[in-house]
């Protein structure tokens, strides 16, 4: 995952708003994913934004890409205890766009 | 639908010892995937399989082998198992469409002494 660059560690307190950030590489990659991981699980797709687009929105998530500065980020409302995990982004590479490339995860601890 | 399994869910080798990792999947999906994680490195491509009958390499395919026994199973050996091999392991499968949304399996920690 060395091409996809995440922070490693976010703190957050209920009810405010995290913000993850995420830096990548390869600007052919049509999809640009986030995954989450819960404790003790495998990861499952949080939300993704296509390339052409610059924000998508999906109830509490916001996701922004800039393009030109291969930059993308995971805006969470109302940030809730539910909501501690490991969050990866991740750029799909590769024929077909058949594998992901993923950055080291952010964990994100939420404070009651 | 179980989704994608993967046994063990835990296994300690001794260096030198050989080992397979199961995983399968019941949603009929033609790729499947497997992954390493490591802490702060995100997840690490091992191998994977475009469909039934093939194999290749990803990021860090040396000390492992693959097998696509069908298109519900890919299992993972390690020859010979060495402690820098300890680690997480993950089976994941997806469907062929343009969204590469992978379905992971629980995972296996493996640790090599």
């Known amino acids: 995952g060395e091409d996809v660059e995440q922070s490693l560690f976010l703190s957050v307190r209920e009810g405010d708003s995290s913000v993850i950030n995420c830096t990548y590489t390869?600007?052919?990659?049509?999809?640009l994913y986030w995954y989450k991981q819960e404790p003790g699980a495998g990861l499952q797709l949080l939300t993704y934004?296509?390339?052409?687009?610059d924000m998508k929105q999906d109830q509490r998530l916001t996701v922004l890409l800039n393009k030109k500065d291969k930059h993308l980020s995971l805006r969470i409302a109302d940030t809730q205890t539910g909501d501690s995990a490991i969050y990866f982004c991740a750029e799909s590479r590769g024929a077909a766009g058949n594998k992901l490339t993923f950055g080291g995860g952010t964990r994100v601890l939420v404070k009651p | 639908n179980a989704g994608v399994t993967q046994t063990p869910k835990f296994q300690v080798l001794k260096t030198g010892q050989s080992m397979t990792l199961q995983c399968a999947q019941d949603?009929?999906?033609?790729?499947m995937y497997w992954y390493r994680q490591d802490p702060g490195m995100g997840l690490r491509l091992i191998y994977y399989s475009a469909s039934e009958g093939t194999t290749d390499k990803g990021e860090v395919p040396n000390g492992y082998n693959v097998s696509r026994l069908n298109k519900r199973e890919f299992s993972l050996r390690l020859e010979s198992a060495a402690p820098s091999q300890t680690s997480v392991y993950f089976c994941?499968?997806?469907?062929?469409?343009?969204?590469?949304?992978?379905?992971f399996g629980p995972g296996t920690r493996l640790t090599v002494l």
């Open positions: 949603m009929n999906h033609n790729s």
């Open positions: 994941a499968s997806r469907e062929d469409r343009v969204l590469n949304e992978q379905f």
């Open positions: 934004i296509f390339s052409n687009m």
């Open positions: 390869d600007s052919s990659s049509t999809y």
